[in-house]
């Protein structure tokens, strides 16, 4: 395991515990996953290599592993204590991981290494987007597939967020400059592969409240200020 000084923003000491909740993996995790496949669409990407850029504590593991059935897994995160947790959470799934301490920036891997690479929520702690998007393309083989989730700057600069958490303010994007990012870099993607979840919990202003109370629908999209999105693009082949 290599180490390498980030150049990303640390999470507070709350923010750390609560990426090893129930909550974080179930409500947060699981779901972004599960709707990065219905993106990718049939037949879903099978085997080869999958990186998990910004692992953090490792509890995507499992659900990667079930997803796509990688044959080689490979875990980057700027945090050595994350890194050790990680290592920790595949020793207990049975599962052989090879992780590297580093920042999305710069990550000490050849290039087409990758026939997946899969970043969650990792964006918004990035100080340099998009050099690592331009990392992102050169460790994908031709025809591999970026499965990206993240929280838009509508959730992530709100009081509660900014209460609990810590993020470089100056580097957070709506939906649609998320999306202009990607397409700049290169990668493909139609409207079917791209989402806009409203989800409870990235809504700080209430939480849902009023509509898991059922007094009152969320509004459409085009209506609302998009808290996340997900896309699942390709680098193409030629």
Not at 125 to 143: D, I, S, T
Request: net charge negative.
């Amino acid at each position: 395991m290599q180490y390498a000084s980030p150049t990303y923003v640390e999470e507070t000491r709350i923010g750390f515990h609560f990426l090893r909740t129930y909550t974080w993996q179930h409500h947060v995790l699981r779901v972004a996953i599960n709707d990065l496949k219905r993106l990718a669409g049939e037949p879903l990407p099978q085997g080869g290599t999958l990186l998990d850029a910004g692992c953090g504590q490792g509890k995507s593991l499992r659900l990667l592993r079930d997803a796509f059935q990688p044959t080689r897994v490979i875990g980057l995160d700027a945090d050595p204590h994350s890194l050790a947790l990680a290592q920790a959470e595949a020793e207990h799934e049975g599962m052989s991981i090879d992780l590297h301490a580093a920042d999305c920036a710069k990550m000490p891997l050849p290039d087409q290494c990758a026939d997946i690479v899969f970043c969650h929520q990792t964006f918004h702690h990035l100080v340099e987007q998009e050099r690592a998007l331009a990392e992102f393309w050169r460790v994908l083989k031709p025809g591999g597939w970026l499965l990206f989730a993240e929280s838009t700057k509508a959730y992530i600069d709100t009081w509660v967020i900014r209460w609990f958490f810590r993020h470089p303010m100056e580097v957070q994007k709506s939906a649609e400059e998320y999306l202009a990012m990607l397409r700049w870099q290169g990668f493909e993607f139609e409207p079917s592969n791209v989402s806009f979840p409203y989800l409870w919990w990235s809504r700080s202003k209430d939480f849902g409240l009023m509509e898991r109370w059922g007094l009152k629908s969320p509004p459409p999209p085009g209506q609302r200020e998009e808290t996340l999105v997900n896309v699942a693009a390709r680098k193409p082949v030629v």
